[in-house]
């Protein structure tokens, strides 16, 4: 009954480190989505995926890249660390677009 | 992109207070979700809405799909400490390259006892 999972929850990176985050859903959604959250903005759209090997761009997506390589699992990488990447970033997943989005707890990410 | 005007943006009730916040945009909606987020979790659903006018309640909590379908409102009866949080509504739209759901910047909910 796990939902859907976001590892790690925690990070510290510095400038120009990559890493990538990982989301797991045990719900058999075919839509996955990345978001950021940050203070008084609400979740901003990163990416996301409408199945299996597939990804879009979202609203913010520059310094970000995903894949989607089986269809339970929605990675999201930074490639070169920037300062302004320091955030909350979750992960949902949906049945269908304009579905209800189930939420991971989120990853805390600091740049420094 | 589309834009969720939420208000307002922080509230302070006493407990046993109802509460009601909103969304408003100036384009037109297919559903409303309104979400609500505890701290250091991810937001949860409260209620879905589908249908212009549509009125629907869980629990104490109640929202409705405006009939211009530009708006949402969500109320809360008779408020509780555990009502405290951060309340979310977004809007999704099913034509052309919005298929995405938009997000409103948040209501910050604190019910003092």
């Known amino acids: ?112 | 992109g589309q834009q969720l005007n939420q208000s307002p943006q922080s509230m302070f009730i006493q407990e046993g207070e109802d509460v009601s916040m909103n969304c408003t945009s100036s384009s037109i909606f297919n559903t409303w979700l309104w979400y609500k987020q505890d701290p250091g979790e991810g937001p949860v659903l409260l209620i879905a809405l589908y249908k212009a006018g549509e009125l629907t309640s869980n629990g104490r909590l109640t929202a409705q799909f405006g009939i211009t379908r530009k708006d949402s409102f969500l109320n809360i009866s008779a408020s509780i400490p555990s009502d405290v949080g951060i309340y979310f509504c977004a809007g999704y739209i099913s034509s052309g390259s919005a298929r995405q759901l938009t997000f409103g910047s948040g209501t910050q909910l604190t019910v003092l006892p």
Not at chain 1, 15 to 39: F, V
Request: hydrophobic share 30%.
């Open chain 1, 1 to 112: 009954n796990a939902g859907v999972t976001q590892t790690p929850k925690f990070r510290v990176l510095k400038t120009g480190q990559s890493m990538t985050l990982l989301c797991a859903q045990d719900m058999n959604h075919e839509y996955m989505y990345w978001y950021r959250q940050d203070p008084g903005m609400g979740l901003r759209l990163i990416h996301y995926s409408v199945g299996e090997g597939t990804t879009a761009k979202g609203e913010v997506p520059d310094g970000y890249n995903v894949s989607r390589l089986k269809k339970q699992n929605f990675l999201l990488g930074l490639e070169s660390a920037a300062p302004s990447q320091t955030s909350v970033y979750f992960c949902a997943s949906s049945y269908f677009p304009g579905q209800p989005q189930h939420f991971g707890d989120g990853t805390r990410l600091s740049i420094l």
